[in-house]
Structure formats: C-alpha cells, structure tokens
C-alpha cells in the first residue's frame, strides 16, 4: 500500500482493522509520507495490535469497536528519510519497529538474472559490460536532474533487450555459437542507445559514444529511423511552416521509439527547443500512419490542488468525487463515443512538482484495470 499525505487517523484505522481480521501482512510504502501528527496518532493503534499479539488476545478495540485478532497479522514500513515532502518518524513510532538494514544490489549478479529470464544465452559475459556502462555513464556524464543511470533504468534495458532479441529471431534462422552471441550482443547495445541516448544533452552525446565504443568494441551509437513516419513528419513541417532540421527529427523518432516502450513520458528541457511542436508534429504523423484520431488533453496541474486534480474520498460518507484528471480518465475509459478507437495524450504542462507527481502513477494505476501506465521516463530537448 502506498501512503498518502492525506490519510487520517480513521482512514489508517479502517486499514489496520482489515488487516487483523484477515491476518494479513500489510506493507505501508512511503510511510512517512502521513503527517507527524497522524503518524504519532498511528502509533497507539500500532500499540494495541501489538500488546493484542504479545498477549495473545482474540480481540482489540480500534476505532472505538471491538475487532477480531487473527494471530498472523504483521505490520511493515518503508521510507525515504530527507526526500521532499516526507515527514520524520516520531520517536514514539521508532521503538514500535525493528530496522532492517539493506544493503547496496549486487548490479551485475541481478542483470545476469534478468537477462537469463529474457532468453539471453551470454548473459553471464555481456551483464558485466552493460552494468560497467551504466556505471560510467553515472560517473562520467554531466550532472542532469532528470539522469537516471540505477537499478530501475538498467532493469527497463534488459527487459527492452529480451524483446529485441525475440524480434530479431524471428526474421533468421536458428544460430548458435559465435553467431548468437553477436546477436545478443547487438541487441543489447541497441537496447542501451534505444533507453538512453533520447534523455542526453548534446554535450554528453559524443562522451557516451566513446564509452559504448569502450566497452563494446566496434559497436556506434544507432540513430532512429523510421522512413514512412519521417516522410509524413517533414510532410506536416513543410505545412506549418517548421524546418524539419536533422537533430530535432531525431528527437522525434526518439520520442516515438520511448513511447512504444513507455506509456508516461517527461519531456524536459529549455523554453523554445521545440517540446511542444514535436509533440504537435508527432501526434498528426502518428494520426497519418496508424489512421487513428489522436486527442490531446492539456492539464495545468500546478492550476488547482491535490484533491482538485486526482479527486476526494469523503471521510464521513466514504462518497468519491473525481477530480480533473481521474475524471478524464473516467470518460476515455466509458467509450461512449468511441474513445478506445482514438489516441489519447494526457499532457501535465508544468513544472514538475512533489505535490501532484508523487501521486499520478497511483490513481493511474487504480483508474486503469491493467498495468501501471505511468513508469515514467525523462526525454531531453
């Protein structure tokens, strides 16, 4: 379970009654999300579930009413102490746990894993090379608030890779040996320009070329191509009076090679480089291509609060009000006038702020009945 600022002292009660009743284990991710004062008051329920477990007893009082104790309940916890927006946990709630200390992931061990899983026969000799990439590129490449060289980046590659090796076998006939490996190893190293090379600044271009050409010997950073939507995409320049110059064409084709891999995108960058229009662009070749009516929907998210943008669950009646977003979402997903049929963009035009981002993946995910649609990826102008 993910924590929300907004939970009180009652909407954590009703939780925890679940939870002893059914003698479940509940993780509370990002708990010290919840106020200092709602997390003080949190404690004393905490108290009585685990003074109710020490002594054995078959029922507790929470929430002023008498609830069944299942002996296997367990309560856990998960933060991020000094993030923004997080509270300190109060000394009170401390003694309530034990911590548990973790320990740096052993990258390579993890990556070989992985890519054994995609089918990748070589994996034991190309997981180190990718790892000592990313561990370059973490090092070596300017310092950019939206770079991400971890764990969660490097896992998104090997998973790409998995996919581009099953793509590639289709086309040719059965290799071992030699031949498989310089696929796989081709595969791989598309995989990397393919998720990192679209969020690079220029500058860090040419210093990234070198280390892929370090560590994979022969290999060159793959450019995008696309040529029906590249010819449909100067098309649609020449119309509207843009010049289709060769670097933000590449960025472009960039874009739409992130979005077949991600469904939630963060294009960054300066005023004027042309996030916009690309966007803009992009949409009306995709509208060409795919014959698909595409939709923007433009949201000022820093314009209305928290419980404005995702919606409000009333304490009292447990009644839920949409808000601007989930009310979107709520209206593409009726298909009454055949929105499953069009493409829908949901575009947050804003600085990028704790206060509404921490939350879109989970009210993404509760309005959308498949998977989580907002693994986010930062694209760079």
Request: with cysteine; charged share 25%; hydrophobic share 40%.
């Amino acid at each position: 379970m993910v924590g929300d600022e907004t939970f009180d002292f009652g909407a954590m009660g009703r939780l925890f009654c679940g939870l002893c009743q059914v003698g479940a284990w509940g993780c509370f991710d990002e708990f010290n999300r919840l106020e200092e004062r709602i997390l003080s008051a949190v404690s004393q329920q905490i108290l009585t579930i685990q003074r109710g477990l020490l002594d054995r007893q078959s029922n507790i009082e929470l929430l002023g009413r008498s609830i069944r104790l299942h002996d296997n309940v367990g309560i856990f916890v998960t933060m991020n102490p000094g993030y923004a927006g997080r509270s300190n946990l109060p000394d009170n709630l401390k003694t309530l746990f034990r911590s548990v200390a973790m320990v740096v992931p052993d990258r390579k061990l993890i990556a070989q894993v992985m890519l054994y899983s995609q089918g990748i026969v070589s994996a034991e000799n190309l997981s180190g090379n990718i790892v000592t990439l990313f561990q370059n590129c973490e090092s070596m490449l300017s310092k950019q608030s939206h770079y991400d060289f971890g764990l969660r980046a490097l896992k998104t590659l090997l998973v790409s890779a998995g996919g581009l090796k099953r793509k590639a076998m289709e086309s040719i006939d059965p290799v071992e040996g030699d031949a498989l490996f310089e696929i796989e190893k081709q595969v791989l190293i598309q995989g990397a320009c393919n998720n990192v090379i679209p969020k690079l600044v220029a500058e860090d271009l040419v210093i990234f070329s070198e280390r892929l050409e370090s560590i994979f010997p022969g290999s060159e950073v793959a450019k995008m191509e696309d040529d029906n939507l590249k010819n449909e995409l100067i098309k649609i320049c020449a119309t509207e009076n843009l010049v289709a110059g060769n670097v933000w064409m590449q960025k472009i084709l960039q874009l739409k090679q992130v979005l077949d891999m991600r469904h939630g995108v963060m294009l960054v960058g300066p005023s004027g480089s042309g996030k916009s229009s690309a966007l803009r662009v992009l949409m009306k070749g995709l509208e060409k291509i795919n014959e698909k009516k595409g939709n923007v929907h433009i949201i000022d998210p820093k314009a209305m609060d928290k419980e404005g943008l995702y919606g409000i669950l009333d304490g009292t009646t447990m009644d839920w009000t949409d808000g601007v977003f989930t009310s979107l979402l709520r209206g593409i997903l009726s298909n009454q006038r055949g929105e499953a049929d069009q493409q829908h963009w949901i575009i947050f035009d804003g600085d990028v702020d704790p206060e509404w981002a921490e939350n879109l993946n989970r009210y993404g995910y509760e309005c959308f009945r498949y998977y989580p649609i907002f693994s986010s990826y930062s694209f760079s102008f």
